[in-house]
T-cell receptor, first 115, second 112 residues
């Protein structure tokens, strides 16, 4: 069955430290890949997306993600975390083929930033 | 601000009642999607419309229905509400099904 896995439910990092959030997917072919962020009481904001091409994609707020086909992974990274990055992060995928494009989300990773 | 608007922001109602959630997509977007976010189920896709036509259905209950109007806004109707329907309901829109989705702020539904 198609699935998205975010193995880390909760991560705590110090402000200024680097960050990597893991995402693995299980699909028959390479899907479209996304990272969204949700602050408490807020909607989902698109951080970045991967459709094809360069496997290292840059997003907003200093985030980047790397697509690794061999590992079926799309991990999110940030070199230096700010306190305002504390939020919940969701990896999501859309099947590459077909006109229907429902997002399948991982269970999310809650990021806590200590000062 | 994503450009997707949802009303109302909060909704409190009783079991057995019916409610309507409204979504206006970003200017120019033809696709509208509805998602439900709950603690036990996480983020779940409900239904998708493209230019007025239903394109995909997810785990949407028969008590729930939706439509997209000619002006492209969409409504999600939830009827015979149960306690378990309490959740955040998000609307998202995209230019077409092949593009990224932008989410609205959500409607928090509380069924008492």
């Amino acid at each position: 069955a198609q699935s998205v896995t975010q193995p880390d439910i909760h991560i705590t990092v110090s402000e200024g430290a680097s960050l990597e959030l893991r995402c693995n997917y299980s699909y028959g072919a390479t899907p479209y890949l996304f990272w969204y962020v949700q602050s408490p009481g807020q909607g989902l904001q698109l951080l970045l997306k991967y459709f094809s091409g360069d496997t290292l994609v840059q997003g907003i707020k200093g985030f980047e993600a790397e697509f690794k086909r061999s590992q079926s992974s799309f991990n999110l990274r940030k070199p230096s975390v700010h306190w305002s990055d504390a939020a919940e992060y969701f990896c999501a995928v859309v099947p590459y083929t077909g006109t229907a494009s429902k997002l399948t989300f991982g269970t999310g990773t809650r990021l806590q930033v200590t000062l | 601000d994503s450009g997707v608007t949802q009303t109302p922001k909060h909704l409190i109602t009783a079991t057995g009642q019916r409610v309507t959630l409204r979504c206006s997509p970003r200017s120019g977007d033809l696709s509208v999607y509805w998602y439900q976010q709950s603690l036990d189920q996480g983020l779940q896709f409900l239904i998708q419309y493209y230019n007025g036509e239903e394109r995909a259905k997810g785990n949407i209950l028969e008590r729930f229905s939706a439509q997209q109007f000619p002006d492209l806004h969409s409504e999600l109707n939830l009827s015979s509400l149960e306690l378990g329907d309490s959740a955040l309901y998000f609307c998202a829109s995209s230019l077409s099904p092949k593009y990224e989705q932008y989410f609205g702020p959500g409607t928090r539904l509380t069924v008492t």
